[in-house]
């Protein structure tokens, strides 16, 4: 009568023991975490636009080449991997390797839909504070995009994420070369109707559709879509089993090596770089003047010639397909080896943080980056009031004033120092603490 129990308990001790030496508790978080911390460095550095080590580089000179390449590098880099992260974020809370079901799912899917509002409320509050757009309000409609794939396997959303990474290229030349005057686009340039900003959307009901309209359809919208799917389907990989975290470093790292020896290949070898300089060629040209009228005496008119139309913008060639950004020539919205580049390296870069952080004394070493990684929106709207308030305008009243190393350094020390010492006291970030409270309390834990 005491031997059987006894058996039984010590089966499913060897069982637990088993699958903890395949497992790491902590690893999956912190790796998470630090990866969306390293996108925040690099979400911060475009943003600062370093372009002298000690003091700003004067206008008409030659930035230092590091940080030149640097400001090349991460501009559209930083965010690939936070829209990505965004599906892996969607992945967990809705069950990971083993999605929910029924009324856990409908729970889980509710906050989603709470998180999207509480999201477009804080966005349109930092823009009425900051002055200018931001990326938090897209937030709204890319989490409720995602609800419908919450139910989907992870081979799926795979698939998914490849058709919309050539799909979304494809569709953004067309949109460039013919679809200036697609109704379902929002109209841009010279014209565009100037629609309300900051908390004044919510007063202006009759201009709601022409703003989610902006929202719902602009250029980083498409981008995202691929990263937001592949996300999602990282997100329902076990992450917690060892051998799926190599095969996604080495699954990731052979993607990211395989597209950039193709975009290569075909730019250089294959000659449709020469395409792609050309249209670069046309996007720079100044345009024409109008000549001059001159009467008989040699006198100038008393009134001036009215000015030309503006000349059309060139087609955007097909090989942009084919292109990387920056280092590369390509525009990265235009590129789908530069979303699958992206994929892959955002796969690679993740597998080896899980792998890594398996290991408690580096689990210790990144707990600063973990900790900063946990409250990235609190550290992102941080950084846009510090941009839009106090570094300035850019030149030509675009951007950001370009500054020096020093504004950036002081930002992460003071980002990192910060982010250890609120977490010592306290679980969440202020405002991941407040999307919290707000999700929990509309769809509690429980039904009724």
């Given amino acids: 009568m005491i031997t059987e129990p006894l058996a039984e308990r010590t089966t499913r001790a060897v069982r637990r023991r088993a699958v903890e030496g395949k497992r ?4 999956r978080l912190v790796a998470v975490d630090v990866l969306r911390a390293l996108a925040v460095f690099g979400m911060v550095w475009m943003h600062f636009v370093p372009t002298g080590w000690l003091e700003p580089t004067p206008p008409g000179q030659a930035w230092p080449g590091v940080l030149e390449w640097l400001n090349g590098f991460l501009d559209t880099r930083a965010r690939s ?18 999605s929910f079901a029924g009324a856990a799912m409908r729970r889980a899917r509710g906050r989603i839909a709470v998180r999207a509002g509480v999201l477009l409320l804080l966005g349109l509050a930092l823009e009425q504070v900051s002055g200018k757009g931001n990326i938090i309000t897209a937030y709204t409609g890319w989490l409720l995009f ?6 989907v396997r992870a081979r799926l959303l795979f698939a998914a994420a490849g058709v919309c990474a050539v799909a979304a290229p494809v569709f953004q030349i067309l949109r460039a070369n013919q679809g200036r005057d697609w109704g379902f ?4 340039g010279p014209g565009a109707p100037e629609l309300p900003q900051g908390l004044a959307v919510l007063v202006h009901p009759g201009e709601w559709p022409a703003v989610f309209q902006s929202y719902l359809f602009n250029v980083d919208t498409f981008y995202a879509l691929p990263l937001l799917l592949a996300g999602l389907a990282i997100g329902r990989l076990d992450l917690g089993e060892r051998a799926v975290r190599v095969r996604m470093a080495v699954t990731g790292a052979g993607i990211a090596v395989g597209g950039w020896l193709a975009s290569w290949l075909t730019l250089g070898p294959l000659g449709l770089g020469a395409a792609i300089d050309r249209f670069q060629g046309e996007l720079m040209a100044p345009p024409p003047m109008p000549p001059v009228p001159v009467g008989a005496d040699g006198a100038l008119p008393d009134v001036p010639p009215a000015l ?14 084919w292109a990387m950004s920056k280092p590369g020539p390509g525009i990265a919205e235009y590129s789908a080896l530069q979303i699958v580049w992206m994929i892959g390296v955002s796969l690679a870069l993740l597998g080896g943080l899980l792998l890594l952080t398996d290991r408690r004394v580096w689990q210790r070493v990144l707990w600063p ?21 106090f ?3 850019g030149p030509g009243g675009f951007g950001h004033a370009p500054q020096s190393l020093v504004p950036y350094l002081l930002f992460a020390v003071a980002a990192l120092a910060g982010s250890v010492l609120w977490r010592r006291f306290f679980r969440r970030g202020p405002l991941e603490a407040l999307v919290h409270r707000v999700t929990t ?8």
Avoid: H, N
């Fill in 369 to 389: 980056l973990a900790a900063m990684g946990s409250m990235a929106m609190t550290w992102y709207f941080v950084q846009d009031v510090i941009t839009s308030r």
């Fill in 146 to 151: 995602l609800l419908p794939w919450t139910r």
């Fill in 81 to 98: 991997v936070f829209f990505l992260l965004a599906g892996v974020s969607v992945a967990l809370m809705t069950g990971g390797a083993r």
């Fill in 185 to 188: 686009l929002p109209p841009v």
């Fill in 24 to 27: 790491a508790s902590r690893g």
């Fill in 308 to 321: 030309p139309e503006p000349p059309p913008m060139p087609k955007v060639p097909w090989a942009e397909l």
């Fill in 391 to 393: 570094l300035g305008t």
């Fill in 441 to 448: 309390a509309v769809v509690p834990r429980r039904d009724g």
